[in-house]
């Protein structure tokens, strides 16, 4: 799911040094890019098989078609960003509403953020990501979709923080334990075993992964939308 998981100082030692862009003219719901994004999935996930996770320097090269030079790649996982059914899936398995506070790890074009705050109605909605570029984008399209609903919405209701996640003292984490009650996400098996010291200092939350389980966790549903394995994590237990 995610490019936005490492840190400058990982991404340094990559084989690879192309990322991928294509997906950069995405406009939040766009359904071409949707099916883009499962394509491409399908073929990452086909080139990591066996391997728990992405790899930069196993990528088939017909892949390096749909990057872009421009920005590093990240050793952690691809940045795909979910189908809206499948974002929406993540949600309702988690039975989002207006008293959840709700925070999406690597947050890219912010679609699941704008999903939980337009369609699930959350009192609040933080993104989080590295990457600046859909940290600004995001922004602005929260700044649009506010104005086109003539103010209606509190600008508080939906914000993007820019932070490594990889960084566990960040005081990103800090806020998801005190406020959050549904966290979400879309990373990759090594993304997601690296995160997991971190994901149990999540106290009471309810954790929904796309496409991979938590290593050595139990979900307590487990559903399927486009191909996509969706896993509910109820953290109450920790």
């Not at 080139?47 to 090269?61: E, I, M, V, W, Y």
């Not at 933080?126 to 995001?138: A, K, L, M, P, T």
Request: charged share 25%.
């Amino acid at each position: 799911r995610r490019w936005a998981l490492c840190s400058p100082r990982n991404m340094a030692h990559s084989p690879c040094q192309k990322s991928m862009r294509a997906l950069r003219h995405i406009i939040v719901g766009d359904v071409r890019a949707d099916r883009f994004s499962r394509r491409l999935f399908n073929r990452f996930q086909h080139n990591s098989k066996g391997n728990n996770g992405f790899d930069a320097g196993r990528l088939d090269p017909s892949l390096l078609s749909a990057m872009d030079p421009g920005m590093d790649v990240a050793s952690l996982s691809p940045y795909l960003p979910v189908p809206h059914p499948v974002a929406h899936c993540m949600l309702e398995m988690a039975d989002a509403g207006p008293r959840d506070v709700h925070y999406e790890l690597g947050s890219g074009d912010g679609r699941v953020n704008f999903c939980a705050v337009q369609e699930f109605g959350v009192a609040k909605s933080v993104g989080v990501e590295i990457d600046s570029f859909w940290i600004q984008r995001s922004r602005h399209e929260w700044k649009k979709t506010r104005l086109s609903l003539n103010h209606h919405l509190n600008d508080d209701k939906l914000s993007f923080i820019q932070a490594d996640l990889m960084n566990s003292q960040h005081s990103v984490w800090r806020s998801m334990q005190e406020e959050s009650t549904i966290v979400t996400m879309y990373f990759v098996s090594n993304a997601l075993e690296m995160l997991e010291p971190s994901f149990q200092n999540l106290k009471n939350k309810k954790i929904v992964t796309c496409g991979y389980p938590i290593p050595n966790w139990t979900p307590e549903k487990i559903d399927k939308k486009h191909g996509l394995e969706i896993r509910l994590y109820n953290t109450a237990g920790l």
